[in-house]
């Protein structure tokens, strides 16, 4: 009796685990079946993800989040724009009131374990940096001068993290100034409620051109972490995850076989194996069907928003106001850290 009692308290406690376990989503068909793609952003970053007065979203992450929309529907423009702030935006993912994240958020071993959520790719290799007013701080150069500061830093963020112990670790004092909203520490440091203001240094050259004086600011050239921005996810939809973690690749070999949104039509007639496989047009190539997607999705998505290149340029850098070098963000063969992992 009692064996027989143990066998059924197993059974019983192994199919509660079974049922426990959380149910595999499918993120691609609750996408269609909406229509439209729901990527969160941030609350506003220049260059990177910002609304114009008319609602109209433009930017690096913006395009991304275009790219993946374009490689489901055929259509840039059918995405949903959420913008969040650093608190709330593992949350939105977590609950499902956004499909992805693209939103200058950094990839760490502790966000993709802890927090049931999966970073599939880095669009942007940044690292946290430093900008400081001259007019109220001359002659500061170097980070090691702040000793004594007022520093701006946004919370729940691993950059307020970081700054504390870049400081501790080099026995810097200071005094941090906290808000929770992007917006509130812009406008925080504007109003010279702090000396100092931190973030990644992609984030201050874009903070700069919104300022009431941006010539009286400066960014320091050193940085004080590694960076990078993730297209990020939830685990239980691995089929989604190669969406877009694919739809990244695709960009970024796009750009690297030359082929860009005016010249895709033409790409389309190449004789190079690896161009056709890619845009589908090799016989045999079902690559895109495997994703659950048309066999032309990586044409749907440059000709809706060019290759990597293209979205980096037009977006951030000397093409845009704020003219970013292309530096580790470029591509493998020109000495950056980006490279397309093969489609075959």
Not at 31 to 58: H, M, N, P
Not at 130 to 148: D, E, H, K, Y
Not at 248 to 265: C, F, K, S, V
Not at 309 to 330: M, Q, T, Y
């Amino acid at each position: 009796m009692t064996k027989r009692l143990i066998l059924i308290f197993s059974i019983i406690s192994a199919l509660c685990g079974f049922f426990a376990r959380p149910a595999l989503a499918d993120t691609l068909a609750e996408v269609k079946k909406r229509g439209y793609l729901q990527c969160g952003v941030s609350t506003g970053l220049t260059g990177f993800s910002i609304a114009d007065e008319k609602g109209r979203w433009a930017g690096f992450d913006v395009d991304y989040c275009r790219a993946v929309a374009a490689a489901i529907f055929g259509n840039g423009e059918k995405v949903k724009f959420i913008p969040l702030s650093s608190k709330e935006r593992f949350t939105a993912l977590q609950s499902g009131d956004i499909d992805v994240l693209i939103r200058n958020t950094g990839w760490t071993m502790g966000r993709d374990i802890a927090l049931g959520l999966t970073s599939v790719g880095v669009n942007y290799y940044d690292g946290q940096g430093f900008m400081v007013n001259a007019a109220r701080l001359p002659g500061i150069t170097s980070i090691a001068q702040l000793s004594g500061a007022a520093v701006c830093v946004q919370s729940g963020t691993s950059t307020e993290l970081t700054l504390a112990d870049y400081f501790g670790r080099n026995n810097l004092d200071y005094t941090p100034v906290v808000f929770e909203k992007f917006s509130e520490v812009n406008a925080a440091y504007d109003a010279g409620r702090c000396d100092v203001y931190t973030t990644d240094q992609s984030s201050l050259y874009a903070v700069r051109l919104q300022l009431t004086r941006p010539e009286d600011n400066v960014v320091l050239p050193q940085l004080i972490s590694k960076e990078p921005f993730a297209l990020i996810v939830r685990q239980n939809d691995m089929a989604w995850a190669n969406i877009v973690r694919w739809t990244h690749n695709a960009l970024l070999n796009a750009e690297e076989y030359g082929i860009t949104a005016n010249n895709i039509d033409d790409m389309l007639k190449s004789t190079n194996p690896d161009i056709r496989r890619l845009l589908g047009a090799e016989r045999g190539t079902d690559l895109g069907k495997t994703l659950g997607l048309e066999n032309d999705w990586v044409v749907k998505i440059i000709k809706n928003t060019g290759n990597y290149g293209e979205i980096f340029e037009r977006n951030i850098g000397r093409n845009s106001p704020l003219k970013i070098a292309r530096g580790i963000n470029d591509l493998w063969i020109r000495g950056g850290l980006h490279y397309g992992i093969p489609v075959r």
